[in-house]
């Protein structure tokens, strides 16, 4: 037997006496992965535990925060993960070997203030109701730019697809070849949906081909949104 | 910050300091391009925030404690430094915006990596310690 294997079973020794010793640690730390028995009586046994099933059993726990968000709908609960996930993430790979793919305005040649109002509208970090109710005294997350009486809820979707102010009715009619496609309800003479759509609808929208010029959009309706919203006080750390 | 965490803290920001003064230097920022700093960041910044990861790190390990480590904080202060999103934006979509794992993911591997190591070497040296 090595030095090092002694060494191993040593500290495998130690683990009932201390909490703090490594194996002990390392024990504990298996919590919460598909084959964490296996991996126990791996290292109690001494014997090797085989990397490519333990990394794809890792991913899998990780991967966990965002299978709990599938059951929110981001229409009904203000859930920042359930959000993203729903509306902007990139699906994930079915081999769990491949790493995450980034989003594709990463890879495009934009202005700095341009990507960083992408990322913001992506990762709600931005000044739309629904996140700014969390700091503002009246904490409405009502739309305050649609004309009608009824209170929409400010998020994203209601932003980019359902919010009647007329200067982004004016950007929807300008762009109107990246809805059309999609919302069938959508038209010159109407540029704004009558109610809420199916996620999966707006997940595919917002991942179109055409999203050149739906960046082109967004970063202008970025700009008008949050022009409007610029004299309201914004997060200390903005 | 824990004294062993530290060791690794000096050369994850010196990494940091290096992909940011690059960025700065090919003018990458003015243009965007965000996806270099990201990338040069899992090839950098990464690797050195795993220094000597499999010893201390063990403690970092369980579910839930992804984000306890002062270094996942530096780790995440960058991604959202390079997007240009504020502090308090969600930690786990601001990883998988920027394509990256949590710095447990690499920790959890190394530590492994470390153990089945330990099994299966073959070094005189160690053997010459072994009384059997």
Redesign the interface.
């Known amino acids: 037997?090595?030095?090092?294997?002694?060494?191993?079973q040593a500290d495998l020794n130690l683990q009932h006496r201390s909490s703090a010793c490594?194996t002990a640690?390392?024990l504990?730390?298996f919590?919460?992965l598909c084959g964490r028995e296996f991996y126990v009586q791996a290292?109690q046994t001494?014997?090797?535990?085989p990397?490519q099933e333990?990394?794809a059993d890792?991913?899998h726990?990780?991967k966990?925060?965002?299978r709990d968000t599938e059951l929110v709908d981001p229409n009904t609960h203000n859930n920042?993960?359930a959000t993203?996930h729903s509306w902007f993430?990139?699906p994930f790979s079915k081999n769990e070997r491949m790493?995450?793919?980034?989003?594709r305005y990463?890879?495009?040649?934009?202005?700095?203030h341009?990507?960083?109002n992408i990322?913001?509208f992506?990762?709600?970090?931005h000044t739309l109701k629904v996140e700014a109710a969390a700091w503002l005294e009246d904490g409405s997350c009502a739309c305050d730019q649609c004309p009608g009486e009824d209170e929409n809820v400010q998020n994203e979707v209601h932003a980019l697809l359902i919010c009647q102010d007329y200067r982004v009715c004016e950007l929807r009619k300008h762009f109107s070849f990246l809805f059309t496609p999609f919302f069938e309800d959508f038209s010159a003479a109407q540029p704004f949906l009558l109610q809420q759509v199916n996620n999966q609808l707006v997940h595919d929208f917002l991942l179109s081909r055409t999203i050149d010029f739906f960046f082109l959009f967004l970063s202008l309706w970025i700009y008008l949104w949050l022009a409007e919203t610029s004299q309201q006080p914004i997060?200390q750390?903005? | 910050m824990a004294k062993s965490a530290e060791h690794a803290a000096r050369p994850f920001l010196a990494s940091a300091y290096r992909i940011r003064k690059f960025v700065r230097e090919h003018a990458l920022a003015d243009i965007g391009r965000p996806h270099t700093s990201l990338w040069l960041a899992k090839t950098y910044i990464i690797p050195a925030g795993m220094y000597g990861s499999q010893v201390w790190g063990t403690g970092f390990l369980q579910a839930g404690r992804e984000f306890s480590s002062p270094l996942s904080t530096l780790h995440l202060h960058f991604l959202k430094g390079t997007l240009g999103v504020k502090q308090s934006t969600t930690n786990w979509a601001v990883l998988r915006e920027c394509g990256h794992e949590p710095l447990q993911f690499y920790w959890f591997r190394s530590a492994v990596k470390l153990f089945n190591s330990m099994l299966n070497t073959n070094s005189d040296t160690s053997a010459e310690g072994s009384p059997g």
């Open positions: 037997m090595t030095l090092l294997r002694r060494v191993v490594w640690q390392l504990s730390t919590q919460g290292v001494g014997r090797a535990i990397m333990f990394t890792l991913k726990r990780m966990g925060v965002w920042k993960l993203y993430a990139i790493p995450i793919n980034v989003p990463l890879h495009l040649d934009l202005s700095k341009v990507m960083r990322g913001r992506r990762l709600r970090a997060s750390t903005t």
